[in-house]
């Protein structure tokens, strides 16, 4: 059975940094592509981010130089580092393994003062 916990968000003040968790099991993680996605209230859900098998990287325009993806096969977990945090940051941040098109149920970021 495929599971995907994320954990880490919270209220954050403008500026400010957290680090977004996502443990997978039930799958070979290692070989799977994962993504952060996020949906903000009232709006679509929108890509974050992708880390590949092999580690590359890709990042939407709108977090790029703030936000980085990684992962550690070891613990089959996969991370967003968000940096300077900005209020339309604010959203439900979820992630996503591509290989079985599974979500997770999401964890909410809020970015206010």
């Known amino acids: 059975q495929v599971q995907l916990v994320e954990s880490g968000g919270g209220l954050v003040q403008p500026g400010g940094s957290l680090r977004l968790s996502c443990a997978a099991s039930?799958?070979?993680?290692?070989?799977?592509?994962m993504g952060w996605f996020r949906q903000a209230p009232g709006k679509v859900r929108e890509w974050v981010a992708t880390i590949r098998s092999n580690g590359d990287t890709s990042s939407a325009d709108s977090v790029k130089g703030r936000f980085t993806i990684s992962r550690d096969n070891a613990k089959n977990t996969v991370y967003l580092q968000m940096n300077s945090l900005k209020p339309e940051d604010t959203a439900v941040y979820y992630c996503?393994?591509?290989?079985?098109?599974?979500w997770g149920k999401g964890t909410l970021v809020t970015v206010s003062t």
């Open positions: 996503k393994n591509y290989a079985v098109n599974f």
């Open positions: 039930g799958t070979l993680f290692s070989t799977s592509t």
